[in-house]
């Protein structure tokens, strides 16, 4: 099978948001590699449409062309990763930004640097399903109803699912909290139980796709209410 390769050129700019929106079939897999997002919301809809809006401010505006996107398709996926053309980057001095999210680079002896506020919408079909990865964003995931993977290294992640619905339950991270909603137990190490969750692993309705949040640093939350 082979896959195809689609530059950004699908993408329009509309001042300083961005749109993407691709068919998508059930068959295939959103895999979402959004490394240098401050926010991500992932929403379901009626549509077999894979859509993302990307709201992006780099060095106050001034280098905004610097994000770019790749998108691979194949009949299994699609896969959709955002980054810096450091090409671009380039032209930035190493002091010309003062703003959050600032991001130092060094090529030979070149320094220079960039304050990026990033933040991503994301629309799927509630049965697809969706792999997502970030560096230091929030993640934020509600009602899709298929596999859910969802990694950030210092954000928290946060998914709400359906009570009915039948999944293997892991959270992990390294320094932060986890949590569910109703309560689950977490994992036993040497007989007991931790008194600070830090995994959570277990079946929702005797178990089916995989629902694993994963932080390094952050926090990962899992809610299935009643409702």
Same mark, same amino acid.
């Given at each position: 099978?082979?896959?195809?390769?689609?530059?950004?050129?699908?993408?329009?700019?509309?001042?300083?948001?961005?749109?993407?929106?691709?068919?998508?079939?059930?068959?295939?897999?959103?895999?979402?590699?959004?490394?240098?997002?401050?926010?991500?919301?992932?929403?379901?809809?009626?549509?077999?449409?894979?859509?993302?809006?990307?709201?992006?401010?780099?060095?106050?505006?001034?280098?905004?062309?610097?994000?770019?996107?790749?998108?691979?398709?194949?009949?299994?996926?699609?896969?959709?990763?955002?980054?810096?053309?450091?090409?671009?980057?380039?032209?930035?001095?190493?002091?010309?930004?003062?703003?959050?999210?600032?991001?130092?680079?060094?090529?030979?002896?070149?320094?220079?640097?960039?304050?990026?506020?990033?933040?991503?919408?994301?629309?799927?079909?509630?049965?697809?399903?969706?792999?997502?990865?970030?560096?230091?964003?929030?993640?934020?995931?509600?009602?899709?109803?298929?596999? !859910?993977?969802?990694? $950030? @290294? %210092? &954000?928290? +992640?946060?998914?709400?699912?359906?009570?009915?619905?039948?999944?293997?339950?892991?959270?992990?991270?390294?320094?932060?909290?986890?949590?569910?909603?109703?309560?689950?137990?977490?994992?036993?190490?040497?007989?007991?139980?931790?008194?600070?969750?830090?995994?959570?692993?277990?079946?929702?309705?005797?178990?089916?796709?995989? !629902?694993?949040?994963? $932080? @390094? %640093? &952050?926090? +990962?939350?899992?809610?299935?209410?009643?409702?």
């Amino acid at each position: 099978m082979i896959a195809l390769l689609m530059p950004s050129t699908f993408l329009f700019a509309q001042g300083e948001v961005i749109e993407i929106s691709l068919p998508i079939q059930t068959s295939q897999k959103a895999i979402l590699n959004l490394k240098f997002a401050e926010k991500i919301e992932v929403k379901s809809w009626n549509k077999k449409e894979l859509f993302i809006r990307a709201h992006i401010d780099i060095n106050h505006g001034l280098m905004n062309e610097a994000h770019e996107v790749d998108t691979v398709i194949t009949d299994q996926a699609i896969r959709i990763s955002t980054g810096f053309d450091e090409d671009i980057l380039e032209k930035s001095a190493f002091n010309n930004c003062d703003g959050k999210n600032k991001t130092q680079y060094r090529r030979g002896s070149r320094g220079y640097s960039i304050c990026h506020t990033i933040n991503y919408e994301v629309f799927l079909p509630p049965d697809t399903d969706v792999e997502i990865e970030t560096i230091s964003g929030d993640i934020a995931i509600a009602d899709m109803q298929n596999e !859910v993977i969802a990694e $950030s @290294v %210092s &954000g928290t +992640v946060d998914v709400t699912i359906t009570k009915n619905q039948k999944a293997d339950i892991l959270l992990e991270t390294v320094s932060g909290r986890a949590y569910t909603d109703p309560p689950m137990l977490p994992v036993e190490e040497n007989g007991m139980r931790l008194l600070l969750s830090r995994k959570i692993s277990n079946q929702l309705n005797g178990g089916g796709k995989p !629902v694993h949040l994963k $932080s @390094v %640093s &952050g926090n +990962v939350n899992l809610r299935y209410p009643d409702k």
